[in-house]
């Protein structure tokens, strides 16, 4: 287990610098890929299926279709990989950010503490995140009004921001 | 824009606001900085001209970012401490980013690049809004997160009077010296805020209606720039005449009552025994004069000649409401004999 | 100091490091500002989870849906420069500096 989650700990971070190093959108939205693939992964090892449920269906379901969808808009000529030297370079001095902060860490790591430890996963009827998410209908239902009023403010924005094409902008 | 859209993009601005002053939670608190930032993202580009667009290109990657950073930071906060309150005291690491992501969103010194920009873009009343109304959220909030790290926030404080002072010299662009004049205030409130809570509210709520008076007069005048300011004697003489006194009460000269926060931020300072920062801090307030008097030469104490049918625009009745800017006017002009009343109104 | 704790802490700061510096495209950034909000919902399930705070399991969906509106803005922003500069390359903002 320990491997395994150690292997995805890594994957996320290289996925984040695959993103970060500026390669042609194509190339970031698959390290993005990555790197909410892995991260479900993570959450799984914790523990909270549901949560990685969430995040499997509703990030990679709907918001990389519409990456997908504005990197043909963005789409360029000659797309940069990471063999390209300016991509290259700064994937280097990431990785090399990152090594310097492992062993800055190194040796301060708590003792097992790749591995959740719960005891009171066997006498919890429900799991801990789906009831908590439930929790969003009963005691939160305050801010799951926010939340509502957000996603049509959202709406009305994306609506205002790109009606203009008749006006000529 | 549809009035129905643009009274709900209101009202989301005011909830966000709101929220973030009603939040004792960093999550909520983020919610509502992100709702005031999604409700004036189609304000800002609301005529869809490319400058419009760009600025509100500019400011929503600046926000989500300092957005970002600022969950980022709560959430090890939590990590580390285990608590999740605003008043609860932060751990020292959260509290510098907390410090450094509240000043990238209110446009403080070291991270204020995006503002002068940003505020180029707009029309005057959408940057009305940007420079009063989103400044308190932040503002609210780096005032609950005060007592920590103290260096930092005098470092922000006075590099924000300095830029702010600097950065103005050599403008000819009204709401580019207006944004650099909006990092000096804010440099101002920031400085005491440490010492003195009541004193960054006071500068706060002194320097919003001589913002709102001086952005309504380039409004009524409809000017951009520094030479068409030159003409609005011929437009409106008694705006002309008052003019001078916004100004310079923005820029802090004694009758006038921007005068009062900086007098009672300079005696704070030199009460805490910091001599060196006031007068850094006082001798910066001379750049940001130098352009507000540039700004009131132009405008009032020469008459730029013209020719005989433009004299007469003043004649004309004017159709907006010029009432909110009297009011203003008056209060930045002459609110310095209430200031006992004003800082008994301030403290708790 | 966990091993989980360090690596989300570096990947949000690598995207936001990734933001600040040397973007081409606005969409390249609109994608790091996706990394760092996917690196704080890893974070806030995992603070829940790891703690047993049933409770704060809302606080990544909200997260989530927050997130989701401030990339369709992103994305409706991008399509309104693409419409008004013709490109979505970040050195073609440049109207606005004197």
Request: proline content about 5%.
């Amino acid at each position: 287990m320990a491997y395994i989650m150690l292997t995805l700990l890594i994957g996320m971070v290289l996925g984040v610098i695959s993103v970060a190093s500026n390669p042609s959108p194509y190339f970031a939205a698959l390290g993005l890929v990555l790197v909410a693939g892995v991260g479900c992964g993570v959450l799984m090892g914790h523990g909270g299926s549901f949560l990685s449920l969430v995040l499997f269906l509703i990030y990679l379901g709907g918001m990389l279709v519409v990456f997908a969808y504005c990197a043909a808009l963005a789409a360029e000529p000659y797309p940069e990989a990471w063999g390209e030297w300016s991509v290259l370079g700064s994937v280097l001095g990431y990785l090399l950010l990152v090594f310097g902060g492992v062993s800055w860490f190194w040796g301060g790591w708590y003792e097992g503490a790749w591995v959740p430890v719960d005891e009171l996963i066997e006498f919890s009827v429900v799991a801990a995140d789906s009831g908590g998410v439930a929790l969003m209908y009963s005691l939160g239902g305050g801010l799951l009004v926010v939340s509502a009023w957000v996603l049509l403010l959202t709406l009305l924005v994306v609506l205002e921001l790109t009606r203009g094409l008749a006006r000529g902008a | 824009m549809n009035p129905f859209v643009l009274s709900i993009l209101l009202l989301s601005l005011g909830l966000g606001t709101t929220l973030t002053f009603a939040s004792s939670h960093w999550l909520l608190a983020w919610m509502g900085l992100e709702i005031s930032t999604l409700a004036i993202i189609p304000l800002m580009a609301q005529h869809h001209h490319p400058r419009a667009v760009e600025a509100t290109t500019k400011y929503f990657i600046t926000q989500a970012a300092a957005a970002a950073l600022i969950l980022f930071a709560s959430t090890t906060n939590a990590w580390i401490t285990g608590q999740w309150d605003i008043n609860f005291n932060l751990h020292a690491f959260p509290a510098s980013l907390l410090t450094m992501a509240l000043a990238l969103k209110m446009g403080l010194a070291p991270v204020h690049f995006w503002l002068p920009e940003v505020l180029q873009g707009l029309d005057l009343t959408t940057g009305l809004i940007l420079s009063t109304w989103q400044k308190l959220a932040p503002f609210i909030l780096m005032c609950q997160i005060m007592p920590v790290n103290s260096s930092l926030i005098t470092f922000l404080g006075i590099a924000s009077t300095l830029v702010g002072g600097w950065g103005g010299l050599n403008q000819t662009q009204l709401r580019k010296i207006l944004a650099y004049s909006s990092i000096a205030h804010l440099g101002w409130m920031v400085l005491v805020m440490q010492f003195n809570q009541q004193l960054a509210l006071l500068a706060l709520v002194i320097y919003i209606p001589m913002t709102f008076s001086t952005f309504m007069i380039f409004k009524t005048n409809s000017s951009t720039t520094m030479n068409t300011l030159a003409a609005s004697w011929a437009k409106t003489p008694a705006l002309t005449a008052i003019t001078p006194l916004v100004l310079l009460s923005l820029g802090g000269l004694p009758p006038l009552s921007g005068f009062m926060p900086k007098w009672m931020i300079l005696q704070e300072l030199t009460k805490q025994d910091i001599p060196l920062t006031a007068s850094v801090a006082a001798l910066s307030a001379l750049f940001s004069l130098y352009f507000y008097l540039r700004i009131s030469y132009a405008m009032t104490l020469t008459i730029s000649p013209n020719n005989l049918n433009a004299t007469t625009p003043w004649r004309l009745q004017t159709t907006s409401s010029t009432l909110p800017l009297a009011i203003s006017t008056t209060i930045s002009a002459m609110l310095l004999p209430l200031a006992p009343a004003t800082l008994a109104l301030l403290s708790p | 100091m966990t091993p989980t704790h360090f690596t989300i802490s570096s990947a949000f700061l690598l995207g936001l490091m990734g933001l600040a510096f040397h973007r081409t495209h606005l969409l390249s950034a609109l994608l790091c500002l996706e990394a760092m909000m996917l690196a704080l919902f890893i974070a806030l399930s995992l603070w829940s989870l790891q703690l047993d705070a049933t409770g704060y399991s809302t606080a990544p969906m909200l997260m989530l849906a927050f997130s989701a509106c401030e990339a369709s803005a992103g994305l409706a922003l991008l399509v309104a420069t693409a419409r008004t500069h013709g490109t979505d390359h970040l050195q073609n903002l440049n109207l606005l500096q004197c």
